[in-house]
């Protein structure tokens, strides 16, 4: 897959600093009833990189973000972020922290256009209570009015202008995931879980995606943790590479080190790559 | 005992729900319907062909009522259900709150709203049981019995149809998943007909017992919104759940009017039931044997 | 006047967030709270009044409240009669007890302890949803039957819970003619669908509907289920026990428990899924609706049943009444789930492009 522009975008941003440890992952370990999806992962994830989780289906990879996000609660070990420790974590609370996701088969809020799903990623700024707010008066107007300027600058980036006001249902599949990916940035996350986003998607909406993911990471500085399977992407665009195979880490280094680590050839890259 | 008659409006529930996943609000309305069906059907076919009421009338009056309870079910699954498949619990329950609406009306239009008697020969006495252990004995109807023993006779019925007969295994299928069954080439609507006739037999039953019992009135159908808690308890997907929580809601109700019903002024059998559903939605909405709700993410 | 959005350019957010962005349409809808206002007193005579416009007026706002339960939030309710009771008989026991209470503040405060017993009952849909919380409601409903009937301190004591209020006023006007309790009714049920709407649009909307479509999806982005799913039975119960508070006042004058029965419930429910689920103009047509279909039947089918030949009593009709009603669920529930709100704006959108076709 030819990336160009955006493996000279990615050669640009090599040349910045990428910062410290925000995300520590420490012997995590997950099961189901008697399945075991992950045994005692570990890895870093450094302020302002791009860091991409691959391995084989089944391996572990949604389990783990839903760890770090707090839908799952692992059995074992804790979570680093910006210097606190949590053991269990939920979905709201991470929220709060600036843990922001999208997922595998889309969550978006299909009774709502495009601009109410995105707006609802700005609930947790909008603090004006039930009262103002029916009376729709003052404070609670220059709220949803303040707010709904900060989406449509998301709506500008992701070029949503023309779906606005269309049902979210109705859209073809490329654009929900770009939907999904604007309610997650309304949030102003500064960690921004992505699963599988580019799934599904054919070549041209495979380029605008990694476009866009690079662009956040670049003029916003967000972190991105993102799961993917097209290894050209993966090569391309991101910072670190962590490997998961069978719920264990394989591999975990830079693009290039991980594509000539054997472990991690057997299990997954095969040869030729 | 009014338990027993909770357990089987509560069975009608349990069949419909474990085979459709369709929550049947209209069981009481079909409950009422039946009766009414018999009741009136007992009346005119003496008159309409001549015979002396008896047995063989009154039996002959079941089968009707029976073919016409199968009509029913048919034209249920065939105007109504087949167009809702794919919607979502909340649409479903209200289409049956629909049906409920549609067929009360229509059975009292058809078959009148007097309040009718059913006569299927049970008798009525009363009889004294374990007068050794208790002082005087426990006072035990007859009729009751003899409706346990219908009952009974009703639900082994079933289980051994659901258990033995592959009918029943395309039905256990059916219940777990409606895609894998329509896939492996189960007649998806054809199912839905039979646990559709099969809770109107049921219905039938219960309507039978009860109007045989109380006599056959509108009441009838609020009495299907008592039977609710009953699966609550036992379990919207078991068929001993419902049976149980028959028997544990109506005796509880009878003892609750009389140890806690003074304190609170009485009459508080309206919703006993339903406060000890509530409970047991917060603390095992399961029930006592259902199977437990899993949300996945 | 043909029906255009074109050459109506937004300039501002403010404007494109407007409840009727369409010039046509705000116009329409002021000059019909212009007519509603000061032309049906005039014209419309006192049976219709009573018997078809305040009752919809109340019922509308009562479904307005069931809808933001059940149609944007999500959270299935067959208890909304109790409420509504419980919203009257507040309002009844400070109006009788406490001397000089104002019928506004009455009803408001009935309003406000409908919300409490509203929430408490909505605990259960933090544990269960679908069927099981639609048994807790009627769990509510039951309790509230009981409680109105046996707890003589709730209604002043009377002996089978019926009341009674009369010489109704507001800060000097007495509402003693139809007109008076219609205009009274009118302007309490716009302020307060106003203010409805305006959540309704708003961020706590939002939440709502978010709550609806996926749970696990809005407590990712931080949005609460349980305080969205309480607040949701809050705002729901306020309204229905206003709207209580006035069907008990206003448009029966003596009532007792049952005119809140389980039967209103799911008259409530049925307005709204007719009228359509997550729209406030749905609730005000499904209350048209299911104020009016009574009345035309007893005109027409007396009428049609001559035409067949046959008596129809009217214990008939009631179970005619039963049966159409039943059908025209089940056929809204399959032709159009989102109800006559849906059909409305389908409606509006072909009269926008007419005369052409697309």
């Given amino acids: 897959m030819n990336l160009t522009d955006t493996a000279f975008i990615a050669s640009q941003r090599a040349q910045r600093p990428v910062g410290e440890v925000i995300l520590d992952v420490r012997n995590i370990s997950l099961s189901f009833g008697g399945v075991k999806a992950l045994t005692d992962i570990s890895f870093d994830v450094r302020e302002g990189e791009v860091r991409a989780i691959i391995g084989p289906n089944g391996a572990g990879k949604s389990s783990m973000l839903n760890c770090i996000n707090g839908v799952y609660s692992p059995q074992q070990g804790e979570i680093t972020f910006r210097g606190k ?27 709502m256009s495009v601009l109410d799903n995105i707006m609802t990623g700005r609930n947790l700024r909008m603090k004006s209570n039930l009262l103002l707010q029916a009376l729709r008066l003052g404070p609670a107007e220059r709220e949803e009015i303040r707010n709904r300027q900060f989406v449509e ?7 949503l202008q023309q779906h606005r006001k269309v049902p979210v249902g109705l859209l073809p599949y490329g654009l ?98 | 005992m009014a338990g027993m008659l909770y357990s089987l409006i509560g069975l ?198 009860w109007g045989s019992k109380l006599g056959v009135q509108f009441s009838l159908s609020i009495v ?59 603390i095992r909405p399961q029930g006592l044997f259902g199977e437990k709700i899993i949300n996945r993410v | 006047m043909i029906y255009r959005d074109s050459g109506h350019m937004v300039t501002s957010y403010r404007a494109d967030q407007q409840i009727f962005p369409v010039l046509q349409d705000r116009w329409a809808v002021l000059g019909l709270i212009g007519f509603a206002i000061a032309g049906v007193p005039l014209l419309a005579d006192e049976y219709v009044l009573r018997a078809v416009l305040i009752p919809f007026l109340i019922l509308s706002l009562a479904a307005v409240g069931v809808n933001i339960l059940v149609g944007y939030c999500g959270q299935i309710s067959l208890g909304s009669g109790a409420f509504m009771a419980v919203g009257a008989y507040a309002a009844y026991n400070l109006f009788v007890r406490v001397p000089g209470m104002p019928l506004v503040v009455a009803l408001l405060a009935g309003g406000l302890v409908s919300t409490l017993v509203g929430v ?13 919380l639609a048994v807790a409601t009627l769990a509510a409903q039951f309790f509230c039957d009981w409680a109105f009937l046996r707890i003589k301190w709730l209604t002043n004591n009377s002996i089978s819970g019926s009341v009674t209020v009369s010489n109704l006023e507001v ?54 289920p349980t305080s969205v799913k309480l607040s949701a039975f809050a705002v729901s119960s306020f309204l229905i026990g206003v709207a209580g508070g006035l069907w008990a006042f206003v448009h029966l004058g003596s009532w007792e428990p049952s005119a809140f029965s389980i039967d209103r419930s799911l008259q ?6 007719i009228g359509g689920l997550g729209s406030i103009m749905g609730s005000f047509f499904g209350a048209a609706f299911i104020v009016l279909l009574p009345l035309l039947l007893s005109r027409t089918l007396p009428a049609a049943s001559g035409l067949f030949g046959f008596e129809l009593s009217t214990a008939a009709n009631s179970h005619a009444e039963s049966m159409i009603f039943g059908a025209l669920i089940v056929w809204f529930l399959i032709v159009e789930p989102h109800g006559l709100a849906r059909l409305w704006s389908l409606g509006k959108r072909r009269l926008m492009l007419w005369p052409f076709a697309h």
């Fill in chain 1, 176 to 273: 929900q995931k770009r939907v999904d990916l604007a309610r997650a940035l309304a949030l102003e996350p500064q960690v921004l879980l992505l699963d599988e986003p580019m799934a599904g998607m054919n070549l041209e909406e495979k380029q605008d995606m990694c476009r866009y993911v690079l662009d956040v990471n670049d003029e916003f500085g967000t972190t991105v943790v993102l799961i993917e399977h097209d290894m050209g992407v993966v090569m391309d665009i991101s910072d670190r590479v962590v490997v998961l195979d069978y719920g264990k880490k394989i591999g975990d280094g830079t693009p290039s080190q991980v594509a000539r680590d054997p472990e991690v050839i057997k299990a997954y890259l095969g040869t030729g790559h």
């Fill in chain 2, 12 to 209: 009608g529930f349990v069949l419909i729900f474990k085979a459709s996943g369709v929550f049947n609000f209209a069981q009481g309305a079909l409950v009422l319907f039946a009766a009414l069906a018999l009741a009136r059907l007992a009346e005119w076919i003496p008159k309409w062909s001549g015979m002396s009421p008896g047995a063989l009338s009154t039996t002959l009056a079941f089968i009707a009522a029976a073919a016409i309870m199968f009509l029913l079910a048919w034209l249920i699954e065939r105007l109504v259900l087949r167009h809702l498949v794919n919607q979502d619990a909340a649409t479903l329950v209200m289409a049956t709150l629909g049906v409920a609406y549609f067929i009360d009306g229509m059975g009292q239009a058809i078959f009148g709203s007097d309040i009718y008697k059913i006569d299927i020969g049970m008798p009525k006495d009363p009889i004294f049981v374990l007068a050794d252990y208790f002082q005087g004995g426990i006072l035990v109807n007859k009729e009751d019995l003899y409706a346990a023993l219908i009952a009974t006779a009703l639900v082994t019925a079933l289980s051994l149809f659901f258990q033995l007969t592959s009918t029943g295994r395309a039905l256990r299928a059916v219940a777990d998943d409606h895609q894998a069954a329509q896939s492996i080439g189960i007649p998806l609507d054809r199912i839905w007909v039979i646990v559709w006739c099969v809770a109107g037999v049921v219905a039938l039953v219960a309507g039978m017992i």
């Fill in chain 2, 224 to 282: 299907a919104l008592r039977a609710l808690p009953v699966v609550i308890l036992g379990g919207l997907t078991s068929v001993p759940g419902a049976i149980l929580g028959g028997l544990i809601i109506g005796v509880g109700e009878k003892l609750s009017e009389v140890y806690v019903g003074p304190f609170l002024g009485g009459g508080i059998e309206i919703w006993f039931a339903y406060a000890l559903a509530v409970a047991f939605l917060l």
């Fill in chain 3, 268 to 273: 409530l429910l049925f307005m709204v899924i």
């Fill in chain 1, 85 to 111: 420790t949590f053991k269990q974590m939920n979905p709201g609370q991470a929220a709060r922290l600036g843990i922001a996701r999208t997922f595998q088969n889309l969550a978006l809020f299909k009774g």
């Fill in chain 3, 171 to 224: 800060a000097g006007w007495h509402l003693n003619s139809a007109a008076d309790n219609y205009l009274f009714c009118l302007a309490v049920v716009l302020v307060l669908c106003l203010g409805a709407k305006n959540l309704v649009r708003g961020a706590v909307g939002r939440e709502w509907m978010a709550i609806r479509d996926m749970d696990v999806a809005a407590s990712v982005i931080g949005i609460q």
């Fill in chain 3, 120 to 132: 408490f009952f909505g605990i259960p849909s933090l544990r269960v949803r679908g069927l099981y």
């Fill in chain 1, 153 to 159: 600058h998301i709506i500008d980036f992701l070029q």
